[in-house]
């Protein structure tokens, strides 16, 4: 069974730019987490999704957004870049819905670097 | 101070040895997740603990939920080079209401010289 897949593993954006990051839960999970980490905050929720509805957001500034389709793959984009955003962005998927997440399993990360 | 605390932040041991890394949170856990990661790779996950006095094992490691669910230990036995990396907790505070939110603790280095 595959993991989690996220994509791209590694891009390099301007200040300024916008980003969209993409991620495959394992088949069959229908919820989706987002997390950023960085070396000075350590791993921070950003949102998570079920049933193409978010519903839990983090601490963020609204230049953070995703979404979540009908086949529960998920995106997240981040406007109006600032090299503060240089994270390694982390998405979960679970096989539970609400009231027991059950396993959360994690994918490689994407490694945004902002210039 | 912070709601979710790991200790130590840093741990060096000879191969062989034993050791434990400690979670404490400062609220009732509805379930506390144990993640190693490789530096500037995914977490991989280790382990999930939901009831008071609960202990689970794989190969050799163990992890523990306390009976008041507000602390966790996770123990490894016989330690090996492969069980290098950063280990990290995740407290689940939702009482049941989220999907995939957890808070992390800071995590804890290990090294594990040969």
């Known amino acids: 069974k595959a993991g989690v897949t996220q994509t791209p593993r590694y891009l390099i954006k301007t200040r300024g730019q916008q980003v969209t990051l993409s991620c495959s839960p394992i088949?069959?999970?229908?919820?989706v987490s987002w997390y950023q980490q960085t070396p000075g905050q350590g791993l921070q929720f950003l949102f998570e999704?079920?049933?193409?509805?978010?519903?839990n957001k983090g601490n963020f500034p609204g230049r953070f957004s995703g979404r979540q389709f009908s086949n529960s793959r998920s995106e997240m984009n981040v406007s109006t870049l600032e090299l503060g955003d240089s994270a390694l962005y982390l998405c979960?998927?679970?096989?539970?819905?609400?009231?027991?997440?059950?396993?959360?399993?994690f994918g490689e990360g994407s490694r945004l670097t902002v210039l | 101070s912070q709601e979710l605390e790991q200790s130590p932040q840093s741990l060096i041991v000879q191969e062989g040895k034993n050791l434990t890394i400690n979670c404490t949170s400062s609220?009732?856990?509805?379930?506390l997740y144990w993640y190693k990661q490789k530096y500037g790779e995914g977490l991989i996950f280790l382990m999930m603990?939901?009831?008071?006095?609960e202990e689970k094992s794989h190969e050799k490691i163990t992890a523990k939920l306390d009976e008041k669910k507000q602390q966790s230990s996770l123990h490894i036995t016989a330690s090996q080079p492969s069980h290098a990396g950063i280990y990290l907790c995740?407290?689940?505070?939702?009482?049941?209401?989220?999907?995939?939110?957890?808070?992390f603790g800071q995590g804890t280095i290990l090294t594990v010289h040969p």
């Open positions: 979960a998927s679970s096989p539970k819905g609400k009231g027991n997440t059950g396993e959360l399993f």
């Open positions: 088949s069959g999970h229908r919820s």
């Open positions: 999704y079920f049933s193409e509805t978010q519903r």
């Open positions: 609220k009732t856990l509805y379930g």
């Open positions: 603990l939901q009831k008071g006095g």
């Open positions: 995740g407290a689940d505070w939702s009482g049941g209401t989220s999907y995939g939110k957890l808070t």
